[in-house]
């Protein structure tokens, strides 16, 4: 079983709806990251959090340390929202634990 | 720099060369790593770096695959004797810090197909 779980493994929407894609994890982890990946491999890293919800745009992130999992919802899908999202998790002080990705795709 | 630059974005090898890949990060960032990422999988961790120290390598997955990171910038990934099994994307990413609780900045990848 891997320490990082996400799902769905694979979201196809239309464009407007509310998506959610979720992380579980079994490790302690002191922070989770919420990475966006294009095609052609560049990764971007959209939140880290250790607690509570963070917002940016139509993108939020919640974490629940004790039930260890994690939401991205995205609000008003777009198109341009078509990506991989990727759930890591940071064990220690230092090394990330990542989840196989989320591939999301928004048809318009 | 801008960001964390990689090169080549793309190599392609025959079984057996040897190949080097290099990580540039972003100027002044103490920690950088290596991972790799199989068609279809999210990344794995390979190797860390503080400055030139090499803190933590036990993702490397065999005794083929050397990193170093002589003064502490650039970084070099080195897989002798590559194997189809080494067909993936390399990653680096680099933060300012000597811990994860600060964004990574990743590069945009190397891949790397054996024939």
């Known amino acids: 079983k891997n320490e990082v779980e996400q799902s769905p493994q694979n979201l196809t929407a239309q464009e407007g709806e509310f998506i959610t894609i979720n992380c579980s994890y079994s490790?302690?982890?002191?922070?989770l990251h919420w990475l966006q990946q294009h095609p052609g491999g560049g990764i971007v890293s959209l939140f880290m959090?250790?607690?509570g919800k963070k917002k940016h745009g139509r993108l939020i992130a919640t974490i629940n340390i004790q039930e260890k999992h994690s939401s991205l919802h995205i609000t008003a899908s777009h198109p341009r929202d078509s990506a991989v999202y990727i759930c890591?998790?940071?064990?220690?002080?230092?090394?990330?634990?990542f989840g196989q990705g989320t591939r999301l795709t928004i048809n318009p | 720099g801008a960001g964390v630059s990689q090169s080549p974005r793309y190599k392609v090898a025959k079984r057996g060369q040897d190949v080097a890949l290099r990580c540039d990060p972003i100027?002044?960032?103490?920690?950088l790593f290596w991972y790799q990422q199989a068609l279809g999988q999210g990344p794995e961790f390979l190797t860390y770096?503080?400055?030139?120290?090499?803190?933590?390598k036990s993702g490397l997955p065999s005794d083929r695959f050397f990193a170093e990171r002589p003064e502490g910038s650039v970084s070099t990934l080195k897989i002798q004797r590559t194997q189809q099994e080494d067909s993936a994307v390399y990653l680096c990413?680099?933060?300012?810090?000597?811990?994860?609780?600060?964004?990574?900045?990743f590069g945009p990848g190397t891949r790397l197909t054996v024939l």
């Open positions: 990413a680099s933060y300012a810090g000597r811990n994860s609780y600060n964004e990574q900045f």
């Open positions: 890591a998790v940071i064990q220690g002080a230092q090394k990330l634990v």
């Open positions: 490790v302690g982890i002191s922070a």
């Open positions: 100027s002044g960032h103490v920690s």
């Open positions: 959090l250790s607690s």
């Open positions: 770096f503080q400055n030139e120290a090499q803190l933590d």
